[in-house]
């Protein structure tokens, strides 16, 4: 057993990195600053704590396939999901008749797209930071304009396939600087 564990040492197939998944990703999220765009950026750094949360402390090399799927699993079926969406009320439709303000003038006024401002009136959902712009160019609070509601359900598969691209290529990095032996996403 000594013998073997001195091969596999001396073949460097033994990982002395003991960061975790967190510290590793966080470091990797640096990386990518200098070649991707800050939306992306954004977007790792809004996934970092869905991910975290359940495998965020877990050393590199000792990650495993079970303790992904758990986290896809996790995230498709428990209450993990809790945006917080807008829906315009009847003060806002009477106040877009009394004003007669029309969808373009909003649109430049706000810096929402037409869809945005087509679905508050709708009324539709739109996200909270939308209908606060929309209120704020009425001069009243979001609260008198829109009710707000909270969705708490499962991501959609398609998202956890964006969780998954983002693990991979987390663990693609730490493949290549020699952290860890294999990417145990693929």
């Given at each position: 057993?000594?013998?073997?564990?001195?091969?596999?040492?001396?073949?460097?197939?033994?990982?002395?990195?003991?960061?975790?998944f967190?510290?590793?990703?966080?470091?990797?999220?640096?990386?990518?600053?200098?070649?991707?765009?800050?939306?992306?950026?954004?977007?790792?750094?809004?996934?970092?704590?869905?991910?975290?949360e359940?495998?965020?402390?877990?050393?590199?090399?000792?990650l495993?396939?079970?303790?992904?799927?758990?986290?896809?699993?996790?995230?498709?079926?428990?209450?993990?999901?809790?945006?917080?969406?807008?829906?315009?009320?009847?003060?806002?439709?009477?106040?877009?008749?009394e004003?007669?303000?029309?969808?373009?003038?909003?649109?430049?006024?706000?810096?929402?797209?037409?869809?945005?401002?087509?679905?508050?009136?709708?009324?539709?959902?739109?996200?909270?930071?939308?209908?606060?712009?929309?209120?704020?160019?009425?001069?009243?609070?979001v609260?008198?304009?829109?009710?707000?509601?909270?969705?708490?359900?499962?991501?959609?598969?398609?998202?956890?396939?964006?969780?998954?691209?983002?693990?991979?290529?987390?663990?693609?990095?730490?493949?290549?600087?020699?952290?860890?032996n294999?990417?145990?996403?693929?």
């Amino acid at each position: 057993v000594a013998g073997e564990f001195e091969s596999t040492c001396k073949r460097g197939d033994v990982s002395v990195d003991r960061r975790t998944f967190e510290e590793y990703a966080n470091y990797y999220i640096l990386l990518c600053e200098r070649d991707c765009k800050p939306t992306t950026i954004t977007f790792y750094n809004h996934l970092m704590p869905l991910v975290c949360e359940e495998i965020g402390s877990i050393r590199l090399n000792m990650l495993s396939a079970e303790h992904l799927n758990r986290l896809y699993i996790k995230l498709q079926t428990e209450d993990v999901k809790r945006d917080q969406k807008a829906i315009g009320n009847e003060k806002l439709l009477q106040l877009r008749k009394e004003t007669k303000v029309m969808c373009k003038e909003l649109v430049a006024e706000t810096g929402l797209s037409k869809n945005t401002i087509t679905a508050a009136f709708k009324p539709g959902n739109i996200a909270v930071e939308s209908a606060e712009k929309i209120a704020a160019y009425f001069h009243k609070s979001v609260k008198d304009l829109f009710s707000i509601s909270t969705s708490g359900k499962g991501i959609s598969t398609k998202y956890i396939k964006h969780i998954h691209s983002f693990i991979h290529a987390v663990l693609e990095q730490a493949v290549k600087e020699g952290c860890i032996n294999r990417n145990i996403a693929d």
